[in-house]
């Protein structure tokens, strides 16, 4: 069992026709940072209100440190949640809302002090400390709810969407902070994000979800690289995919006929049969000028984003999406006839 | 002065004139007039005399029973308010709370009483409250009492009837200030320890504040100006500045002494007002 | 200071409005003796009704070009004060009230002298109705009365009713200033060989005992309803209301002219100074002083005639204040007297009576 096991877990809200998460078994170690991703509906925050307690699970466990506390009331559960709009209180200054759950805990006044200070320090705030909430930006905001669920030093630590509120450019720094102090302390993570780019950033381990049910668990290579179906495919990273049949299939490499693309090659770790999918991100694709009778497509975009250039190919009734880092080749203009190709091992098969 | 400023002033002198003038017109005469109207000389027959003399306001000040009066409808005011604070505050949490998709019929008819005047509604009390109401109905058949309590012609009575009076003008200040309410700040309370309880009175409770405050300068301001609901269920026995005020001003017909004592309740407004901006001062330097 | 300018046409404003205010009526005065529109001010509820039926309709049968306007009045009271708070510019011409009352306006100004010539049948009224100076005289007489309920058995002969214990908690008295409660102490105060002239003391001792009993002071929404339903088993009353709420609710309220002294209640008639129609407004007042106007109204709602002349069937007569047969039980009271005690009196109630 691990650190934080959550067995079967399932919430179905009376009236709704199907449950909001299904089956959901996941066992998160000590000091792992692991994040719940997924578009919005998917179910995460329900799965991280439910560590929290403040949904209560139909039905399931969830066992903490090999204790049970699936029905355990939110203010004995002595987790760290952070929220997506930080739900500081608007009444009390800095310090106070740092110190609010020692204050709940009985901690003397002299240890609450030092603690209190100890964590502003923790996200570069105690200059800040006698400050009333309504006079921070969003992301001094953002660190005061980090260390008010901190300070209480919770064996587990949970963040719903704590980025979504700030603008691009704070968003980078604060995950980097988030990870840093996280690494500092050891503590056990459970974040949640619709954002596969802050997933990718940041996490031990990825819990991809869609309506309800998990899709993959993995760290970040394996689920980018390694994409257990079409879904986390599509969702993680951008990604071109091919309906293909498969027509042999030796040592790992399946030789396949692509629509429109004629006889390929692709990884097949599972050595599937007949009609597959092979994903191949846009960045592995390869594409070179051919005469009309001879081309895949046409190309009918193109995007110059300074290291790169974006193509859009049209092949039949789909767009391949190609980037090519800028300068490595001739640039190509639209309407320009091309063949499309990739390296054996930049393609994988799913089913 | 540039152009630009004078003529943004004149479009602000032209905007607020209406307003003041109607105020000048409706509250700023009638008060200097019943100001005025204080310093004559009334008598017992209602004849007033036109002088100027402080008479009325010694009448007053001299006489303890006044004072009683006075300390009375104070105590009906804080009563009231307190009350009428503990009866609407559940109500209006779980409006601000509930996600029923009524909401917002719940809401309306939690303030529809304000439709209907207060007299119907305090007739609608001297018939539930009296002794063949329902109150007493139901206390006697379910064996509780064997006498009808007496819950009207009393100040029993006037204090319910004030209090559900009162409800709708406190549920609505109390929706209005739970404004940077939130439940997620429950749920960050809860999540750092504290139970239910602690998580109303550390959290929940200081929020409203503003809304309480607003609610309760409201509804005392109100209680000690109603003079109809304690006249119709008081049973003539409960007197307060207000029913004095107009038992002077229609019965006895000694005007000068009801302008007297309606300045008088003034003054009692005023220093209520003034420690209601105090206190909302503090909460809001938090 | 530039407030200045705004703060000089506030104060230009306000003067000029009480400038308006405090101006007199610009209307233009009718004195046509019979034409126009009069506004007469009088009781609400079931006064108004019957006056309009059995007075004002055969009036205006009579002087078709008079029309008469009729307003109505919680109590005597509520009556002068709204014509005081109109005294600059009046927009009633005739206010019927309790003579107390009226003796107030009298004094104050708020009505004007009848003029004989256009009220002759001023010289009919009763003694005791008429008023020095030639203001308004009475209309109607009426006595004060036990009310009770067809559950009381057997019917109270005497005030006494009031104080058996039996009723405790069922007894309805409208408290002084209400001329009511004042005419119980009154009755109470002579009966205990009391002088209300020189103290009321004897009476307020009694109605000290009373309190125990007395349900309510200030009956909503009046006595008879209370007693008429049950809620009150015994009030004090006006006869005439009485009588006809008598007749209205099939015996369930009952009224008993008790074996005792009692006290009138007059209503003058009265014209307002500076009625807007002087003339046709003494021609109506002429009216209602008839033997004709007389006997309609008290053969409708058994208010006692005020007009010597005035002969109500004799059915009708025995259930007035003047019934032959206990008219020699009225105390005497000086209206204007109990005028100058109201507050005094008042404050003892409050302080002696309504407190226990």
């Keep these: 069992m691990s650190f934080l096991q959550l ?87 800095v310090a106070r809302n740092v110190a609010f759950g020692l204050e709940m805990r009985r901690t003397s006044k002299a240890e609450a002090k030092r603690r209190v200070e100890e964590a502003l320090d923790l996200v570069r705030l105690g200059h800040l400390s006698g400050r009333r909430i309504k006079q921070l930006s969003g992301g001094q905001q953002q660190r005061v709810a980090l260390a008010r669920a901190l300070v209480i030093e919770p064996a587990v630590l949970l963040l719903d969407e704590p980025l979504s509120n700030l603008d691009a450019k704070l968003r980078d720094t604060m995950r980097e902070e988030i990870r840093s102090i996280q690494r500092k302390l050891g503590i056990t993570t459970v974040f949640v994000t619709h ?58 490499v399946a030789e396949l006929d692509v629509a429109g693309l004629g006889q390929m090659r692709a990884v ?84 | 002065m540039s152009a630009k400023t004078r003529s943004a002033r004149l479009t602000v002198l032209g905007l607020t004139v209406p307003g003041l003038l109607g105020l000048a017109v409706s509250f700023v005469l009638p008060l200097a007039w019943l100001l005025r109207m204080s310093f004559n000389r009334g008598d017992s027959t209602g004849y007033i005399e036109e002088t100027f003399t402080l008479d009325s306001y010694a009448q007053f000040v001299g006489d303890s029973y006044y004072w009683d009066m006075a300390w009375e409808t104070t105590l009906l005011g804080l009563g009231v308010t307190v009350l009428t604070i503990v009866v609407s505050y559940p109500i209006a949490l779980f409006l601000v709370r509930t996600e029923s998709r009524f909401k917002g019929i719940l809401v309306a008819l939690a303030v529809a009483p304000l439709l209907t005047s207060s007299v119907v509604r305090t007739y609608g009390w001297l018939v539930l409250l009296g002794n063949q109401g329902v109150v007493n109905q139901a206390l006697m058949g379910a064996g509780l009492v064997d006498q009808p309590l007496a819950l009207i012609n009393n100040r029993i009575g006037v204090y319910i009837a004030l209090v559900e009076i009162m409800m709708p003008y406190m549920i609505l200040c109390l929706l209005a200030g739970f404004g940077r309410f939130n439940q997620e ?102 | 200071m530039k407030l200045k300018p705004l703060a000089g046409g506030l104060l230009a404003i306000a003067l000029a409005t009480v400038a308006g205010c405090s101006g007199s009526s610009s209307t233009p005065t009718n004195n046509a003796p019979d034409s126009g529109t009069i506004t007469v001010k009088g009781y609400s509820g079931i006064f108004e009704d019957v006056f309009k039926k059995s007075v004002i309709e055969p009036f205006q049968k009579k002087y078709p070009k008079i029309k008469v306007k009729f307003v109505g009045s919680a109590n005597s009271a509520e009556n002068l004060a709204s014509l005081r708070a109109a005294r600059n510019s009046p927009d009633t011409d005739v206010s019927i009230m309790d003579i107390s009352t009226s003796g107030t306006g009298n004094k104050s100004e708020v009505f ?26 009475a209309v109607t007489f009426d006595s004060l009365v036990l ?12 005030w006494n009713a009031l104080w058996d214990p039996k009723y405790k908690g069922k007894v309805v008295v409208p408290a002084q200033p209400d001329i009511q409660g004042a005419g119980l102490m009154l009755i109470e105060n002579a009966k205990a060989g009391g002088d209300y002239t020189k103290s009321v003391d004897q009476g307020v001792a009694r109605l000290k005992q009373l309190a125990p009993n007395v349900q309510t002071w200030s009956p909503q929404p009046d006595s008879y309803t209370l007693v008429q339903s049950g809620t009150a088993a015994l009030a004090v009353g006006w006869n005439a209301r009485g009588q006809y709420y008598a007749d209205e609710s099939h ?78 039980e009225i105390l005497q009271v000086d209206w204007t007297q109990v005028a100058a005690n109201r507050e005094k009196w008042t404050q003892l109630w409050r302080r002696e009576i309504l407190a226990s």
């Design chain 3, 112 to 137: 004007q002298p009848l003029d004989p010539a256009k009220v002759p049948n001023m010289k009919d009224i009763d003694p005791r109705g008429k008023v020095e100076g030639n203001y308004g005289p």
């Design chain 1, 195 to 252: 954002d596969q780019d802050e997933a990718l950033a940041v996490s031990d381990r990825i819990v991809v979800m869609s309506e309800g049910v998990i899709e993959q668990v993995g760290t970040p290579e394996q689920i980018y690289e390694h994409p257990a179906n079409r879904f986390v495919a599509n969702f993680i990273g951008r990604a071109n995919l091919f309906d293909a049949q498969i027509t042999h299939t030796a040592g790992g």
């Design chain 3, 251 to 328: 015996g369930k309220l009952k009224v008993a002219i008790v074996d005792e002294q009692t006290i009138f209640q007059i209503n003058t008639i009265n014209l307002v100074k500076d009625s807007p129609s002087p003339a046709a407004a003494q021609t109506f007042i002429n009216y209602t002083l008839s033997p004709e106007s007389q006997e309609s109204f008290t053969e409708a709602m058994y208010y006692a005639p005020t007009n010597t002349k005035a002969k109500p069937s004799e059915k009708a007569l025995k259930r007035t204040s003047l019934d032959p047969a206990k008219s020699a």
């Design chain 1, 7 to 93: 067995d079967d877990i399932v919430k179905k809200y009376p009236g709704a026709e199907r449950p909001s998460v299904a089956d959901f078994t996941l066992g998160i170690d000590q000091g792992e940072f692991v994040s719940l991703l997924g578009p919005s509906g998917c179910g995460k925050t329900t799965t991280l209100r439910m560590i929290a307690g403040l949904v209560e699970a139909t039905s399931g466990r969830i066992h903490l440190d090999g204790k049970e506390l699936t029905r355990t009331p939110v203010h004995q559960r002595g987790m760290g949640l952070v929220f997506q709009n930080y739900a500081l209180f608007p009444h009390l200054n």
């Design chain 3, 147 to 158: 009310l009770y309920n067809e559950s009381v058995s057997p019917a109270p002969t005497s």
């Design chain 1, 268 to 351: 097949d770790d599972q050595g599937a049969k007949g009609p597959a999918t092979v994903l191949v991100r846009p960045h592995r694709m390869q594409v070179s000028k051919a005469a009309a009778d001879d081309a895949h497509g046409t190309v009918e975009t193109v995007v110059y984003v300074g290291d790169s250039i974006e193509y859009g190919v049209r092949v039949g009734d789909n767009t391949v999406s190609v980037q090519s880092v800028a300068g490595a080749a001739e640039r190509l203009e639209r309407g320009t006839t091309v063949r499309l190709s990739w390296q054996t091992e930049d393609a994988l098969v799913l089913t």
């Design chain 2, 185 to 286: 700040l429950e749920h960050a309370a809860q999540s750092l320890g504290a139970n239910r309880w602690r998580t109303f009175w550390r959290i929940v409770w200081p929020l409203s504040m503003p809304g309480v405050l607003t609610g309760a300068l409201l509804v005392f301001v109100l209680t000690i100006s109603s003079f109809v609901t304690p006249r119709l269920v008081g049973g003539g026995k409960v007197f307060y500045l207000a029913t004095e005020i107009y038992d002077q001003a229609t019965a006895t017909l000694n005007w000068p002494f009801a302008a007297a004592i309606a300045f008088i309740l003034l003054a009692l407004f005023a220093v209520v007002i003034v420690i209601y901006q105090r206190a909302l001062r503090r909460i809001e330097a938090q």
